[in-house]
């Protein structure tokens, strides 16, 4: 009887809850799945169609949904992204991301950096390289955005453009002992392409300098020797320069001649050139290419510059002829008083250079 008693209360109890949970206010009852409409008002949005089998697909379907809920929810455009790109719809993924990126508040860096990354396996370097500037816009001190833009020039064949981004992108990554080495290889490799092969030593041997117990490798002794074989590159003289250093971690000033002008530079193994102030490269008649655009570190933060070459440096005994350089647009964001500009790589590569507690000995005993 008891059990009889309970089979009939039972229906009575869901009854009373079904009427109870719909007596509850809208906040207290279950989300409701969004209609067919406000998924496809979510694809206007997007600029973009799918056919409604993808649309019910659960992977897609789900983010699709959050969307509708969310307009703005940033891990559900990710998730909708990669559901696109699993199905094969990477250009509507890329195109998602770009429209997120404009309709939520006007900038979602990491849309578009996921755009920019699609677009670059879809061969679309033109629209990669726009999408690229944008977020270039958005994080202008971030050096990702700086090498994917590389990236995409360099695959589209806009070569010295690429190489422009891909030394911003160097100069801006904040710790140069975490760096890898794809940046430093594209460059190199763009400057091969360009025929430019002693060019082309300049990036490797930048890396290497960076830290010699980790990237003095066979390969990388390889690509130097290979290039520097293709390239029929000059040996640096021989012979040796000892400068005492006074005090551990402190600023090496050098008086150095650029073009048989003499002025002071500070020794900067991390830059990748030799950087000069504006008035210094006018006074020196250092060639300069005016449809370079770049960005540089100066005493003062991130200035902008532009690529150029010297015919002759000289350090004492040790010379070099036809050397990379980067001119400071303007003299506003100087390297600290008295300082011409900064004795990077692009001389120092032609050398060894040992540095210690006490000296530093630069030796002609490398080539480029």
């Not at 002025?263 to 830059?271: F, K």
Request: glycine residues 6%; proline residues 4%; charged residues 20%.
């Amino acid at each position: 009887m008891r059990s009889q008693i309970t089979r009939r209360l039972a229906p009575l109890a869901a009854v009373a809850a079904l009427t109870a949970f719909s007596s509850l206010p809208a906040t207290a009852q279950s989300v409701r799945a969004p209609t067919n409409e406000a998924v496809l008002a979510v694809l206007n949005r997007l600029s973009i169609e799918l056919p409604a089998i993808l649309i019910n697909n659960e992977p897609v379907k789900t983010p699709l949904e959050a969307l509708a809920r969310e307009p703005c929810d940033q891990k559900a455009i990710q998730d909708f992204g990669d559901a696109l790109e699993k199905v094969s719809r990477r250009r509507e993924a890329a195109t998602a991301h770009i429209s997120f990126s404009a309709t939520c508040q006007g900038h979602y860096a990491p849309s578009l950096r996921s755009a920019v990354n699609i677009l670059l396996t879809l061969s679309d370097y033109k629209r990669a390289e726009f999408v690229a500037s944008d977020l270039i816009a958005l994080e202008p001190f971030n050096d990702n955005g700086y090498y994917l833009r590389g990236l995409a020039r360099d695959r589209a064949g806009e070569l010295r453009p690429a190489i422009d981004d891909y030394v911003t992108a160097l100069e801006l990554f904040g710790n140069k002992e975490r760096i890898s080495s794809v940046a430093y290889l594209a460059m190199a490799r763009a400057y091969e392409k360009l025929g430019q092969f002693c060019d082309a030593v300049l990036p490797i041997q930048s890396w290497v300098a960076i830290n010699p117990a980790r990237n003095d490798t066979s390969q990388t002794r390889a690509i130097i020797a290979d290039y520097t074989a293709k390239g029929r590159c000059q040996a640096a003289a021989s012979g040796e320069e000892v400068f005492r250093v006074t005090r551990p971690h402190n600023l090496v000033k050098l008086q150095v001649s650029i073009n048989g002008v003499a002025g002071n530079m500070v020794l900067d193994t991390g830059a990748t050139f030799v950087a000069l102030t504006a008035s210094f490269a006018q006074k020196a008649k250092v060639q300069i290419d005016q449809d370079s655009r770049l960005r540089i570190h100066t005493a003062n933060g991130i200035g902008d510059g532009k690529q150029g070459r010297a015919a002759t440096i000289q350090l004492r005994s040790l010379s070099a002829k036809d050397v990379p350089i980067v001119v400071q647009a303007d003299d506003k964001a100087a390297y600290g008083d008295g300082v011409d500009g900064l004795l990077g790589m692009s001389f120092l590569s032609h050398f060894k250079v040992s540095i210690d507690t006490q000296a530093i000995r630069i030796s002609g005993q490398r080539t480029k």
